[in-house]
């Protein structure tokens, strides 16, 4: 079993920056592909930033640019930096993994931490 902790969410100014983390634990060496979502109030779950350990990223359009997501090496880390936030940017932030080779819509990740709370005031 493998258990996500997700880190790092405050309230932030609009500009600012903060850095998420997601601490694994239990059997991670099957883990291959690791992503950030968020939900906000009133709307669906999205895809923020994935990452496999073949290299390959994917951004949301709206992030491109200001996000960065890392992991350590083995994986039982990962982080999402977030710069330049903006209000639209307030939502809950889930770190998720995945056993799949890539994925990238969250139906495909098998684990998924609690979430924590992005709160960007402009």
């Known amino acids: 079993q493998v258990r996500l902790l997700e880190s790092g969410g405050d309230l932030v100014q609009a500009g600012g920056s903060l850095r998420l983390s997601c601490a694994a634990s239990?059997?991670?060496?099957?883990?291959?592909?690791k992503a950030w979502f968020r939900q906000a109030p009133g709307k669906q779950r999205e895809l923020v930033a994935a990452?496999?350990?073949?290299?390959?990223?994917k951004y949301l359009d709206s992030v491109k640019g200001r996000f960065a997501i890392s992991g350590d090496n083995p994986w039982n880390s990962q982080y999402l930096q977030m710069n330049s936030l903006k209000p639209e940017d307030t939502a809950v932030y889930f770190c998720?993994?995945?056993?799949?080779?890539?994925?990238?819509?969250?139906?495909?990740?098998?684990?998924w931490g609690q979430g924590t709370q992005v709160t960007v005031s402009s």
């Open positions: 998720a993994a995945s056993t799949r080779p890539w994925a990238s819509s969250d139906g495909a990740y098998e684990y």
């Open positions: 239990g059997d991670i060496s099957n883990m291959n592909t």
């Open positions: 990452i496999s350990s073949g290299g390959p990223t």
